[in-house]
């Protein structure tokens, strides 16, 4: 498995700020002595880089989720063009490593690096421009060039994209050639020619995948893509930022983990998604949350009535959900009081509900073992509460998925039955995406809190899986299948956002839909949001103050009218 660890800032945190901070980087590139490259700063800067990557990854992730019906983050659709500056302003400054990486590998003497922060960089600003749309970029971190650029142009973003697919095949030619010396401090492949060159080509089928309705020749360039291989299929290879269970001198646990160490309350899940993991009986259940509450709300209490749920979601009360639970477990009378107290857990809210929030942080289901490295939380595993959780597990060791195997086996079925020209099983490539990612959570799950974690029964997994194949030969339609199928994956997209983001924009799937268990939409807002469906970010207010171009992009630029190139579903909510 390819991992980066956080462990480089525990060993030279300090020396890497003063030398990458004080350092001019422009003069990184010198080299005087033809056979001692100056690999010393280039490995300084490659973590630094990396960390960049992880952070395109992470910047908008939780809402990514929030706009695809996972969180209760920004799922209420009113954005501003204050909402995301610091995401901007962010993803410059980190991706600016990345540029020093490349112009400090121009001589070719060190081709490895080189070929290392193509890809990172082709990685990152596709996912920016996948946030964003037209962006600062052939003239961007030039500011202290020989001939400064203080207010760059905004390239278009189908342009943005062809210059990354150019990086990706550039990286692939530069990791073949020889590297004098060893890469150091490469936390993602280890220094590996061969494991960075399948990230460089899976990098490419994922921007080709995303690109593929916007370009005149996306199915083909796609289909060639595929049939080259190359690109990640086996789980061993799957492409991971790890954390560790590090507190000092800085703490390098997974962020989502914090909520067990009491450092703020976790944000709301939709009630959904955890109500239809009950249902469907999904084996990742106990890995991806952790409840915190056993105890039912007493509606006749008035503290208790005011941090029940708004809008009749409140799982225990649900008299739909209920209903469908008693179908699912083959209960006849009364519900037992273990099961509604064991449901009591998934404390969460409904899309888009935007009531105030009370003050009932030590209720809300959290995230669990996957992808946070914290708690599992099975029927078994007591619920005690926020405070109480810290000591449960001193953990933190969790992961976000990059790109996996999983994720490469659904775009080729993506591909197959929207009618690209790619072939193979669908329904086999479905079943076996479906195992993976399982798979990986348990693996985490057992890796993270090994005392009470147990892997789920064959036979449990299997009968999951059957139900979802089963769904899938139901369906008599490609698209159909394909929407079976991007319901599957959002159930796999706990801890990755942004790929579930462009998938619904980029297919329109999986159709929302009202609330109902185990169906293939999801569900709706509960109250008609103040804006449609978030179709791209809103450009950032200071960017107008500082860059003139940027003017007319927060002027003219509307985040729910104006899609991104590749997007040509356009989706809107349905009232």
């Given at each position: 498995m390819?991992?980066?660890?956080?462990?480089?800032?525990?060993?030279?945190?300090?020396?890497?700020?003063?030398?990458?901070?004080?350092?001019?980087?422009?003069?990184?590139?010198?080299?005087?002595?033809?056979?001692?490259?100056?690999?010393?700063?280039?490995?300084?800067?490659?973590?630094?880089?990396?960390?960049?990557?992880?952070?395109?990854?992470?910047?908008?992730?939780?809402?990514?989720?929030?706009?695809?019906?996972?969180?209760?983050?920004?799922?209420?659709?009113?954005?501003?063009?204050t909402s995301y500056q610091g995401t901007w302003n962010?993803?410059?400054?980190?991706?600016?490593?990345?540029?020093?990486?490349?112009?400090?590998?121009?001589?070719?003497?060190?081709?490895?690096?080189?070929?290392?922060?193509q890809v990172l960089k082709a990685y990152s600003m596709g996912n920016y421009v996948d946030m964003f749309g037209d962006m600062p970029y052939s003239e961007a971190w030039k500011g202290n060039a020989a001939e400064p650029i203080k207010a760059p142009k905004f390239d278009k973003d189908s342009d943005i994209y062809e210059d990354l697919l150019k990086l990706c095949d550039q990286a692939v030619v530069e990791l073949a050639k020889p590297q004098p010396v060893a890469v150091i401090n490469d936390y993602m492949g280890a220094g590996s020619a061969a494991t960075w060159t399948r990230i460089a080509k899976t990098v490419k089928l994922r921007l080709l995948l995303t690109s593929r309705k916007g370009r005149a020749n996306g199915n083909a360039e796609l289909k060639a893509a595929f049939d080259a291989g190359g690109y990640i299929t086996a789980p061993a290879n799957n492409w991971s930022y790890l954390y560790s269970t590090q507190v000092s001198p800085e703490d390098n646990r997974h962020p989502w983990y914090f909520t067990y160490a009491g450092q703020g309350d976790p944000t709301y899940i939709n009630h959904q998604f955890m109500g239809e993991m009950i249902l469907n009986k999904d084996p990742r259940l106990p890995f991806y949350f952790y409840r915190q509450t056993s105890r039912i709300l007493d509606q006749s209490n008035p503290t208790d009535r005011g941090s029940t749920p708004f809008g009749g979601s409140y799982l225990p009360l649900r008299a739909s959900f209920l209903d469908e639970y008693k179908k699912a477990f083959n209960i006849t009378g009364a519900i037992p009081s273990s099961d509604l107290a064991y449901i009591a857990g998934f404390f969460g809210r409904d899309r888009a509900d935007v009531s105030g929030a009370a003050a009932d942080g030590p209720l809300r289901a959290t995230p669990g073992a996957y992808p946070a490295g914290g708690v599992y939380s099975d029927r078994t595993t007591a619920a005690v509460g926020l405070t109480g959780q810290a000591a449960l597990n001193y953990g933190g060791n969790g992961l976000w998925p990059l790109i996996h195997s999983w994720n490469t086996k659904f775009y080729q079925i993506e591909a197959i039955l929207d009618g690209t020209g790619v072939t193979g099983d669908a329904k086999a490539l479905f079943e076996a995406?479906?195992?993976?990612?399982?798979?990986?959570?348990?693996?985490?799950?057992?890796?993270?809190?090994?005392?009470?974690?147990?892997?789920?029964?064959?036979?449990?997994?299997?009968?999951?899986?059957?139900?979802?194949?089963?769904?899938?030969?139901?369906?008599?339609?490609?698209?159909?299948?394909?929407?079976?199928?991007?319901?599957?994956?959002?159930?796999?997209?706990?801890?990755?956002?942004?790929?579930?983001?462009?998938?619904?924009?980029?297919?329109?799937?999986?159709?929302?839909?009202?609330?109902?268990?185990?169906?293939?939409?999801?569900?709706?807002?509960?109250?008609?949001?103040?804006?449609?469906?978030?179709?791209?970010?809103?450009?950032?207010?200071?960017?107008?103050?500082?860059?003139?171009?940027?003017?007319?992009?927060?002027?003219?630029?509307?985040?729910?009218?104006?899609?991104?190139?590749?997007?040509?579903?356009?989706?809107?909510?349905?009232?």
């Open positions: 390819i991992t980066y660890k956080n462990v480089f800032r525990a060993i030279m945190l300090t020396g890497l700020i003063s030398v990458v901070g004080s350092c001019n980087y422009t003069e990184l590139d010198i080299n005087q002595d033809p056979n001692r490259p100056a690999t010393g700063s280039l490995g300084l800067l490659l973590p630094v880089a990396e960390n960049a990557a992880r952070n395109a990854f992470t910047s908008v992730n939780s809402n990514a989720m929030g706009f695809a019906g996972l969180l209760n983050s920004a799922d209420s659709y009113n954005l501003s063009n962010t993803a410059y400054l980190n991706l600016q490593s990345i540029e020093q990486m490349l112009r400090a590998t121009e001589d070719g003497k060190n081709p490895r690096y080189r070929g290392i922060a995406a479906m195992r993976e990612q399982v798979a990986v959570v348990v693996a985490q799950g057992l890796k993270s809190d090994p005392s009470r974690a147990k892997a789920p029964a064959a036979a449990e997994t299997d009968a999951y899986v059957k139900a979802w194949l089963d769904l899938y030969d139901g369906a008599t339609t490609n698209q159909a299948k394909l929407n079976v199928v991007a319901k599957q994956i959002w159930f796999c997209s706990w801890g990755q956002g942004m790929d579930l983001w462009n998938l619904q924009r980029r297919t329109g799937y999986p159709i929302q839909s009202q609330f109902k268990q185990f169906s293939v939409g999801i569900q709706a807002p509960i109250s008609k949001p103040p804006r449609q469906y978030a179709l791209r970010l809103p450009y950032p207010q200071s960017e107008g103050a500082l860059n003139p171009n940027a003017a007319k992009y927060i002027t003219d630029v509307v985040f729910d009218r104006d899609p991104i190139f590749w997007d040509k579903v356009k989706v809107k909510w349905e009232f």
